[in-house]
């Protein structure tokens, strides 16, 4: 079973930027789907972006055009680029494939 490990996370002011690595101990290349997910305090976790094998992504609609969601098979790690980050980002960034998750990454912004 594949795990995963999430870094990147840290502070920085509205409107800045921040790159997460979710790192997976073995290959990637048949994994269909990786996906970030995000958990502020008191809230579900909510599912941020999703990247396929060939490459087709997905983004919930409040990062939509800020966010974007990469994959590098040859390195085994799923990217989650973020630019122009509002407070209500700050959360728990969690990678994810199918039943497997990461410990999950601190992205905080502040206003």
């Known amino acids: 079973q594949v795990q995963l490990v999430e870094s990147g996370g840290g502070l920085v002011q509205a409107g800045g930027s921040l790159r997460l690595s979710c790192a997976a101990s073995r290959s990637i290349e048949y994994i269909e789907t990786m996906n970030w997910y995000r958990q502020a305090p008191g809230k579900q976790r909510e599912l941020v972006a999703t990247i396929t094998r060939r490459g087709t992504t997905n983004y919930e609609d409040s990062v939509k055009g800020r966010f974007t969601i990469s994959r590098d098979n040859a390195k085994n790690t799923v990217y989650l680029q973020m630019n122009s980050l509002k407070p209500e980002d700050t959360a728990v960034y969690y990678c994810?494939?199918?039943?497997?998750w990461g410990q999950g990454t601190q992205v905080t912004v502040s206003s």
């Open positions: 994810n494939s199918l039943f497997v």
